[in-house]
């Protein structure tokens, strides 16, 4: 086995073996490695839906901008490494397997992970890091950061066990990234957890900014796409390099992010080189800058086929009503789901726009056997088969499909083990 293989084995036992949630166990081990989460500027994003799309967005636009710029999204599709990029080139595994050798004697003490992303961030020197929470956001590895910029993209039910039953006990949960004096930016707009986000910023002496607010998005009549304002910041039509009217939502809260970042004294004196321009050019290229994929994203080939990454029923809406638009007929979905989620209700969203569900199950653990899965859409009256793994499920759909679509969702581990099957994980 090699020694990256065996790093990779060794981490994921960690999860098995029962990582830590909460904050005293990552500053302990940090602290051990000097602190390298404070000799980088960040921008934290915590939500429910579209963290890593914002994030995305963010870093392309600071990365066109021409600052080296640290990316950290979790979980990964197809390799741990995708997790941790500058200007979307992924951390090597040797420099993982050095990270881990190192600091194993305090990982056995402290259990935690997160560590590997702000060594490499902190020893490459980045200009910026744009950094998603993993779980929540209060006890998340990744809260122990000093933003320069904390935003909240949007909050539904998920993780009900650990985050709370309402939406108003998970707001204060991911509202929990909102520090004392650091500016707070949100792309949610229900009056309910608005409450909760604004109570929150009112404690740690920050306004709250509210991207529905402080953007102007306006549709191009002249060719496809949007326009968008806040502040000094006018872009002139373009299409987001990820689709779906979601998106649109996320570039908006990416845009009022870096208004907010250079509004800042610290901000405005590191990033002066944000212009319009290249804020533009990196919501376009924002996949070619960062490597992110799976949001409705398209394979090349003679059929249509689409990966997103929808992986709740608020999410599996948004991919419905865009997969809606698109108008593509006679499509079959391949969909599986880890064991936590509503996957009923997952189910009856996305029956809406697809004809026959292929259900399946990835490799985890946590995974919902196909069968299981294919019983509760039965009961449901949806029509759907047993795929069993993700690869045999693309083989009974693409029989099935013939010369219709194809949409392969409902967790980052099925949109992952999709690309290895499909050979196309280094695309």
């Not at 990964?76 to 420099?95: A, D, P, Q, S, Y």
């Not at 949007?154 to 500016?183: C, F, Q, S, W, Y």
């Not at 859409?377 to 693409?398: E, M, Q, T």
Request: proline share 4%.
């Amino acid at each position: 086995m090699s020694a990256y293989a065996e790093t990779l084995r060794y981490l994921y036992g960690l999860e098995y073996r029962g990582m830590k949630f909460g904050l005293r166990n990552i500053r302990a081990l940090l602290r051990a490695a000097g602190n390298p989460e404070r000799t980088f500027p960040s921008l934290h994003i915590a939500g429910t839906n579209g963290k890593g799309s914002t994030s995305a967005f963010i870093a392309s636009a600071l990365t066109q901008a021409g600052y080296r710029t640290g990316l950290y999204t979790s979980p990964h599709l197809v390799r741990f490494t995708e997790r941790v990029r500058i200007n979307g080139i992924e951390m090597e595994e040797r420099r993982l397997v050095g990270y881990v050798r190192r600091m194993r004697p305090w990982i056995e003490q402290y259990r935690a992970t997160f560590f590997e992303a702000t060594m490499y961030f902190a020893d490459e020197r980045v200009d910026v890091a744009v950094i998603e929470t993993g779980l929540g956001g209060r006890l998340d590895a990744t809260n122990v950061l000093r933003p320069l910029v904390s935003a909240i993209t949007n909050i539904a039910l998920e993780h009900t066990d650990l985050l709370g039953t309402t939406v108003r006990m998970i707001a204060r949960e991911k509202g929990g990234i909102i520090k004392p004096d650091t500016p707070a930016v949100t792309g949610e707009t229900d009056p309910a957890v608005l409450a909760v986000l604004r109570r929150r910023a009112r404690t740690c002496r920050v306004r709250l900014r509210e991207s529905a607010r402080a953007v102007d998005i306006t549709e191009s009549r002249a060719r496809p796409g949007v326009s968008m304002r806040s502040g000094r910041f006018a872009l002139a039509p373009f299409v987001p390099g990820l689709h779906g009217s979601h998106q649109v939502k996320n570039a908006a809260l990416a845009l009022c992010v870096l208004r907010t970042l250079v509004e800042t004294p610290a901000g405005g004196a590191r990033f002066g080189r944000l212009t319009p321009g290249s804020i533009r050019e990196g919501f376009v290229h924002v996949a070619r800058n960062t490597g992110l994929r799976g949001r409705l994203e398209r394979l090349e080939g003679k059929k249509e086929v689409l990966l997103d990454v929808a992986h709740n029923p608020a999410g599996m809406r948004a991919l419905a009503e865009a997969l809606g638009r698109r108008g593509t007929k006679n499509l079959i979905a391949v969909f599986g789901v880890m064991r936590d989620k509503e996957y009923g209700l997952m189910l009856s969203v996305l029956a809406e726009v697809a004809q026959t569900i292929i259900a399946v199950a990835p490799p985890p653990e946590r995974a919902l056997p196909s069968a299981e899965l294919w019983r509760a859409g039965r009961a449901l009256g949806i029509n759907v088969v047993n795929g069993g793994s993700v690869a045999s499920g693309l083989r009974k759909a693409a029989r099935i499909a013939g010369k219709g679509g194809l949409v392969i969702t409902g967790s980052h581990y099925v949109v992952g083990e999709a690309l290895k099957a499909l050979h196309c994980e280094n695309t």
